[in-house]
């Protein structure tokens, strides 16, 4: 069945078995391979993206349930050839190692700057704890994303 | 050169980007933009997809496998049973410790979730519908799975397939001087004792094991992109394994999403998928789904052991007696050099300075998983770290004392180093107490006594933990450490470019731990070559020099090295390009970062660009042109990074739930290349250390199910739950690596579980609680505290 979504701002369809889930549309008919998977459960959250603005776990998803719906993947986070705020925090302080959990990460932050321009460590950490990541122990993640804020806030 | 500039990096600038400055990471460019490249998103025309069929029993004989209904399944290329493996001599492959691995089983399955067969299909989801047609008809045998009644006389023998193999044992190996520890023994006020068990745990980096192999049946090229930490020595393995010609094996690493040990190890995944290859002639492609990689690969840990220490009723100690039974799963796998059994776990006598040391080891086949890798530690260094300083705080409780007091007693005095350790090692350096003092005054451990009674008023329970560990790490020397017979040296190449800019390759390959950017920084700072003008390369096989790959936190005392070294000697050509293009003589000419200039005429000189130039275009008669070379380092001795921890909790004597109040980290790597690196790999393996001392294990029911099997039930802390961490440094450069730097990477991991357990049974001491095991849940700490009332 034909799937048609808006991602990072451009119309994309593609022709994909009804069972497709979210993330393989977006990894393998769209190739878009930023968004990764990183376990079977919904767990990790390696998968996460934007859907209308909302963080989602698109291996939570069927690849229809998108359909006519607006998504951003990490490809979509560099505007008009600018780094995001986001993207540049998690490179000055040390907010990445292995870079699998990354893409993730920094939609769900974007997410909450969106929602909360000031967060508190608190906050970060509770948004933070839909996903995992195995390098940081999350230290530097929280850091990128006060950074970030900062950024934001003097932008 | 002198002594001194042989060990110890050179002066540098900031605009240069040396050692000691933290320099943004290289690599951060693509990964937060979606273009890091990892195994997953590699695609080939054409290629098409294996998935597994694994066995739903632990211990069951193969009476029958039918694919037919599955090959009939559109979409479907090939099943590859066990069977038409052995037809190709491929069914079974060697282990990294001399054992042999089913690839897929053909006799009987020997653990739940081992390989039995594989599908190959035009894509993932057909490859998975049709594993669910293949009928495999098994006779149930009765599962081992303690490894003490494992190794029992009456068990059932799990590993049939051995010639001559009549029991479950697996090996058996000791270290030490048994009669010089009998004899301290003899002489001891007090002995002291803990037995505990080291849970099995998995490294679980968030990119589980996968590969694409891609065998060209025309020209018999074989390109094999996988997630692999050491792509050389498995390129050699391959080509001893399959039998292909190691010249047409070309070994891939693409970008890892962690390692953590997990990815050194041949998995049968990239062997069923190689030969698909081979026999389809079409590439395919091989991704683990986390369950897969739960219960299938690199398993770490699961030790039971039992520690005895000799001491005086002044608090000295003399002498350590260990005995530790590992589980070793269905095939002994662990990665780790041949002539140790146990990996490095003697090294178990820690950071303090007595003369007799005992260790016995033994080892179990049972019906799990086999693996045995060391989750980022060097070679099994996490449990006899986590032993000794467990033990240490229990002697002091037992004499009174207090555990930092008893410590500082027992520490190796800084005079003592090169210290001799009672089971072979030579500690190169190590200010112990310096460190441990710095922890102390960080946490407050002065104001412990008043805290903790403080926190009794309010209904709470505080306790102070504290390890002090000593790793050891950067295998080789060579005479001593290998893989497989592949001696554990390292290498990097190094080319200045005509325009100044340089290209470094090295036979380590990254996972996360920033490589394009510390590498970089090591030849910035001899060359004089800003680090952001230096490309690092690592993980093609084709394309760099030979090396053993990155574990055992080996890569900066060994490549690293080797990039000093051929960057020094790089330095020296440009001497002599330089006094050619200055028309000076060499003795003549002085270095500064990024230049040489004639002495008495600093204005006289030529940059190492201008140099890099000359190496091309204007090099003196006789001189071999260019600016490039090649060298393999084998160093002369481990690197003993060292530190202390110190971790304050509280527990909740109603629910036995606990959480740290606060953790200082005092971590001594010697000289710091990046500190912001340092400090990030730190900060993650406090992290685990955490996880596995808190909530993250493996384990299986009495039928031999694995519990553990997703991130539902294995337990990876999340930023919530992870807690705050204060680090701290102190700086003893190592004595012989050529900058001075120690491996840093796993120092966390190894170093941290037994701070959280200490702080605990700190915590605990009104109960009289001695120990409890990881993972100290909860429900264990509620109960620990109800038998201690009950007596």
Known sequence: ?155 | MTTTEEHTPGPTTAEIGGVGHSVKRKEDDRFIQGGGQYIEDISLPGMLHLALLRSPLPHARIVSIDASAAEQLPGVVAVVTGEALAAHGLAWMPTLSGDTQAVLATDKVRFQGQEVAGVVAESPYIAWDALELIDVEYDALPPVINPKIALSSDAPVIRDDKEGQTDNSCYQWESGDKAATDQAFAQADKVVSIDTHYPRSHPAPLETCGCVADLNPVTGQATIYMTSQAPHAIRTLFAMVAGLPEENIRVVSPDIGGGFGNKVPIYPGYVVATAASLLIGKPVKWIESRSENLISTGFARDYYMHAHLAVRNDGTILGLRVNMVSDQGAFYSDAQPSKFRAGLFHVVTGSYDYPAAHVVTQGAYTNKAPGGVAYRCSFRITEASYLIERLVQNAAYELNMDPADFRMKNFIKPERFPYHTPTGFVYDSGQYAAALQKALDDVGYAGMPQEKEEARKEGKLVGVGIASFTEAVGAGPSKDYDIAGLKMFDSAELRVHPTGKAILKLGTKAQGQGHETTYAQIVANELGIPASDIAVREGDTDNTPYGLGTYASRSTPTSGAAAVVIARKLREKARTIAAHVLEASEEDLEWEPGRFFVTGAPDRGVTIQDIALAAYSNYPEGTEPGLEGVHYYDPPNLTYPFGSYVVVVEVDEETGVWKVRRMVAVDDCGVRINPMIVEGQICGGLAEGYAMSSMQYITFDEDGNCIGSSFADYLVPTSWETPRFQLDETVTPSPHHPIGAKGVGESATVGSPAAYVNAVIDALLPYGVRNIDMPVTPARVWAAMQEAKAG
């Open chain 1, 1 to 155: 069945m034909n799937v048609t979504v808006t991602v990072n701002g451009v119309e994309r369809s593609g022709d994909v078995e009804p069972r497709t889930l979210l993330v393989h549309f977006l990894r393998t008919t769209l190739e878009l391979t930023g968004t990764h998977v990183g376990c079977d459960t919904s767990n990790c959250g390696a998968c996460t993206v934007l859907l209308d603005g909302m963080p989602v776990k698109s291996c939570t998803l069927f690849a229809v349930q998108a359909d006519g719906r607006s998504i951003t993947t990490v490809e979509g986070l560099k505007q008009d050839g600018q780094l995001d705020p986001i993207q540049e925090g998690f490179k000055e302080m040390h907010g990445l190692q292995c870079g699998f959990c990354t893409p993730a990460m920094m939609l769900v932050s974007k997410a909450l700057l969106d929602r909360n321009p000031d967060p508190s460590e608190d906050d970060i950490r509770w948004e933070l704890s839909g996903n995992l990541c195995r390098c940081t122990g999350y230290v530097n993640i929280v850091k990128a994303i006060q950074w970030a804020a900062k950024e934001r806030a003097t932008a």
